[in-house]
């Protein structure tokens, strides 16, 4: 066969903490370690207000101002380096080929697609050094770290605390509590605001991904890509045609832009975004039904096969199905079709009912094949309560089948030719 078809918004007191972490809203987790962390620090330093007073007087003033400028100084350094290990990578991949114009003949020029500069990466490269340079540098010096400490802690405190006995511990204690907070405030805050920031300047906005999504990539009964109909999706297919594939920064922007470019008919630069999508993030389930669809529009049904093996059932499983060796083949087929005819609206679908129809006439010769006269009877009969179906949904599906049941010669759409050309329902269905 050679055809086919927000985050929460809960207080971290109320529990919010734990529901912002099931949905990944960043930033209430970073509001809430922020105010506990701060909120610690000045409970710290009251204490220590109250601690060095007796002893020191009026210099404990003094000790505490200094311990609270060091403890901003660390968290800044801190937050430098956490902003260095966070800076977001741009991802690197081959440039996609523009889309050819809808009509263009082969061999046309195709339309410029919009800018293909690529973004400066200037700041990543910086990152990348001195982060390398700074673990490569610090893994060596590891054993010297406690001693190093020490020795600053002992510097700091006969230059400013001048406090002996307690001073060096101050130090430490302050350098330990506020220099990994300020590594994660600028962590965390890099690789989630600064992270957007990025995506909504170089790449498409998000409401113009989403609606490219909203519709995932359908074939028709011959195997190929399906048009959206909805002006909504069409809209944002014209939109993230003229944005170049080098400024798309996560999968679910490769996905958006490969669904739009294989609506487009330009089913190469839609396989190569759908297989970095698919490599970006491998448990995407919507980068892995539009792969599998454009290969299944490239004839590529083994490639298919396997990105959506062990899978959700779908119609496009089915489709793939047909071309498997018999018996294996139809049966697969049969059973998944069978599963979808259960949902509402599966039951609806033209290709569904098309393609069970030419899996069970598969059936019927391999039952003819094998002098299967009860199985050959029933596959017989399930064909023509697929063709039925088909034909209530669109009788313009007529020629199609009919043209699988008498199929001139040398064709390779057969699957119903086993099926006698004088059979009585099948010429009341599609004609003489």
């Known amino acids: 066969m050679a055809y086919g078809s927000s985050g929460s918004q809960d207080s971290p007191s109320s529990g919010g903490l734990v529901l912002a972490l099931k949905n990944k809203d960043f930033g ?79 061999g046309q020029a195709p339309a410029a697609a919009g800018p293909t500069s690529r973004v400066n990466t200037n700041l990543e490269d910086i ?16 054993y010297f770290v406690p001693h190093y400490l020490w020795q600053a802690a002992e510097k700091l405190n006969n230059a ?38 990025f995506d909504s300047i170089d790449g498409p906005s998000p409401a113009v991904v989403d609606a490219a999504l909203k519709e995932g990539l359908k074939i028709d009964l011959e195997g190929r890509i399906v048009e959206s109909t909805n002006p909504t999706v069409k809209s944002a297919d014209a939109a993230l045609l003229t944005v170049p594939m080098t400024s798309l920064n996560n999968s679910r922007q490769l996905t958006a832009w490969g669904t739009a470019r294989a609506r487009h008919n330009d089913l190469e630069s839609a396989t190569v975004a759908l297989q970095e999508a698919n490599r970006v993030d491998p448990a995407d389930p919507l980068a892995k039904q539009a792969l599998a669809t454009v290969y299944a529009a490239q ?7 396997k990105v959506i093996q062990g899978g959700e059932d779908n119609e496009l499983a089915v489709f793939l199905a047909l071309y498997e060796t018999p018996p294996q083949g139809f049966t697969k087929a049969i059973e998944i079709g069978t599963r ?25 010769k391999f039952a003819l094949e094998q002098s299967n006269a009860e199985l050959a009877k029933r596959a017989r009969e399930k ?50």
């Open 340 to 364: 979808l005819l259960r949902q509402p609206e599966a039951a609806k679908s033209l290709n569904l009912h098309v393609w069970l129809a030419c899996a069970y006439g598969q059936q019927h």
């Open 299 to 305: 004839r590529r049904n083994a490639d298919a096969e």
């Open 160 to 197: 400013g605390f001048k406090w002996d006995g307690s001073g060096q511990l101050l130090a430490i204690a302050l350098f330990l509590y506020f220099a990994p907070g300020g590594f994660w405030l600028g962590y965390i805050g890099t690789r989630t605001i600064l992270t957007k920031l």
């Open 28 to 106: 209430i987790i970073f509001d809430w370690f922020a105010k506990y962390f701060f909120g610690f620090a000045l409970g710290g330093f009251a204490a220590l207000l109250l601690g060095t007073f007796p002893s020191k007087g009026l210099d404990s003033l003094r000790i505490v101002a200094l311990s609270i400028i060091f403890a901003c100084a660390s968290t800044v350094c801190g937050w430098i380096l956490g902003l260095l290990f966070g800076i977001p990578r741009t991802l690197s991949r081959p440039q996609a080929a523009p889309a050819p114009p809808q009509g263009a003949a082969p």
């Open 383 to 432: 064909v023509v309560e697929e063709v039925q179906a088909a034909l209530n949904i669109d009788t313009k599906v007529k020629a199609l089948l009919r043209s699988f049941w008498k199929p001139v010669p040398g064709a390779v759409d057969d699957d119903l030719a086993s099926i006698p050309k004088d059979d009585p329902d099948l010429t009341r269905l599609l004609g003489p």
């Open 127 to 142: 990152s990348d050094w001195l982060t390398k340079t700074l673990v490569g540098v610090g893994l060596t010096q590891l």
